[in-house]
């Protein structure tokens, strides 16, 4: 059973730092590219950003030039640093591993609640 738990969200003032971790458990890492989605209440997912196995990274637009994504592929974790946090930021920060070759192995985590304040 694949898991992938995220933990490090929390409350922080706009314009502040938070770092999401997200461990995963009982999957061959290498053969997946990682990723943080956020969703808020009321809108759709979105993509944050990912990092394949090679360390290949895509962001959102927003997230370009104030959050970085990186994975310890030993430890099975990734990571997500956030800085310049802005209120409209507020979301549920998840977790995602998508197999490189099968689609229908997509799995998510719960989610940790981040809320920037203004």
């Known amino acids: 059973q694949v898991q992938l738990v995220e933990s490090g969200g929390g409350l922080v003032q706009a314009g502040g730092s938070l770092r999401l971790s997200c461990a995963a458990s009982?999957?061959?890492?290498?053969?997946?590219?990682m990723g943080w989605y956020r969703q808020a209440p009321g809108k759709q997912r979105e993509l944050v950003a990912t990092?394949?196995?090679?360390?290949?990274?895509k962001y959102a637009e927003s997230a370009k030039g104030r959050f970085n994504i990186s994975r310890d592929n030993a430890a099975k974790k990734i990571y997500l640093q956030m800085n310049g946090l802005r209120p409209e930021e507020t979301a549920v920060y998840l977790c995602?591993?998508?197999?490189?070759?099968?689609?229908?192995?997509?799995?998510w985590g719960l989610g940790t609640q981040v809320t920037v304040s203004s």
């Open positions: 990092i394949s196995s090679s360390g290949f990274t």
């Open positions: 995602n591993a998508a197999h490189v070759l099968d689609e229908t192995r997509n799995f």
């Open positions: 009982e999957i061959r890492f290498s053969m997946y590219t």
